[in-house]
C-alpha cells in the first residue's frame, strides 16, 4: 500500500491561528469611540474619535 | 493571570457598565477559537479577519446598545454571529464571484467585445452607403481603377492588364479618383468617420 506523505497538519495550525494585532486594536479603538445615546426610546449610535 | 479568573458574564456586564478593559480581555481570550473557527470555513486569512472583526463590531455595538441578554453564553452568541456572517460571505460571493483582477495578467486585455454596438452599425452603415454613392459620381475609367485597386485588392500591374492602359494611367486614375472624392467630401462636408 501507498504510502501517505502527507501531514495532518490542519488540527495543529488551526489552533494557533490568531486575528492579527491591529484587527485587535481596531476593535478596541472602536469600542471606545462608539457611544449610543438614548433619546425618546430611540436609540442612536454616535462614533467620536 | 488575574483575568482568568473573572467569569465572561462579569467581564460582559462590566463591559455594558463602561469597562472598555474587560472588551479586551473578552477578545484575548476568545479570539483564536473565533478565529480558528472562521478560518476552517474560508481558508483565506483575509476574509477570516474581516469577518473576525465584523464579528466583533456586531458585539460591540449590540453590547453597547443593551441589547444583548445574558444567559451565561457569550462564547457560543458570539459564535453564532461569526457563522452568520460566514454564511453571508459565502452568500455573496456566490452570487457575485468575486474576480480576482490584482495580478501581472489582467484577463481585460483577453477579453473584449469587438463587436459593435446598435448605433455603431447603423453609423458603419451610413458611412458605406455614402461612400459607395460618392464611388457611384466619379468619371467610369476612375472607378473602375478604384473599385479593382480597393475592393477587390488588385496591383496596378493587373489593373492595367484588365483594362488594357499602362501602369502609369492606372496610377494616376487612382490618383484623380481619390482627389475627386476628397473634392466632393469637401465641397458636401460630409463626415465620413464612425
Known amino acids: ?49 | 493571570m488575574q483575568h482568568e479568573f473573572i467569569s465572561d458574564a462579569t467581564l460582559v456586564s462590566n463591559y455594558i457598565d463602561g469597562n472598555e478593559g474587560a472588551l479586551e480581555i473578552l477578545i484575548t481570550r476568545h479570539k483564536q477559537k473565533i478565529y480558528s473557527f472562521i478560518y476552517s470555513k474560508v481558508y483565506d486569512r483575509d476574509v477570516a479577519e474581516d469577518i473576525f472583526q465584523d464579528t466583533f463590531i456586531k458585539v460591540i455595538r449590540t453590547l453597547k446598545r443593551k441589547a444583548y441578554n445574558e444567559e451565561g453564553k457569550f462564547l457560543p452568541w458570539v459564535m453564532r454571529i461569526s457563522h452568520n456572517l460566514v454564511i453571508d460571505y459565502f452568500r455573496k460571493n456566490n452570487r457575485m464571484p468575486k474576480f480576482d483582477n490584482s495580478g501581472d495578467f489582467s484577463i481585460f486585455s483577453v477579453l473584449s467585445d469587438n463587436d459593435l454596438n446598435a448605433e455603431k452599425r447603423i453609423i458603419k452603415e451610413q458611412v458605406e452607403n455614402d461612400v459607395r454613392r460618392l464611388v457611384d459620381e466619379l468619371p467610369e475609367d476612375q472607378k473602375e481603377v478604384l473599385l479593382m485597386r480597393i475592393y477587390k485588392d488588385m496591383s496596378f500591374k493587373e489593373i492595367s492588364e484588365r483594362t488594357g492602359v499602362s501602369i502609369n494611367t492606372a496610377l494616376g486614375r487612382m490618383r484623380y479618383a481619390l482627389i475627386n472624392l476628397r473634392k466632393i467630401i469637401d465641397k458636401h462636408n460630409i463626415i465620413l468617420t464612425n
Open chain 1, 1 to 49: 500500500m501507498a504510502k501517505l506523505y502527507s501531514e495532518k497538519k490542519s488540527v495543529k495550525n488551526l489552533n494557533e491561528l490568531q486575528p492579527s494585532e491591529e484587527t485587535v486594536n481596531f476593535l478596541l479603538n472602536y469600542s471606545k469611540a462608539l457611544s449610543v445615546i438614548n433619546c425618546n426610546n430611540m436609540k442612536f449610535e454616535a462614533l467620536l474619535n
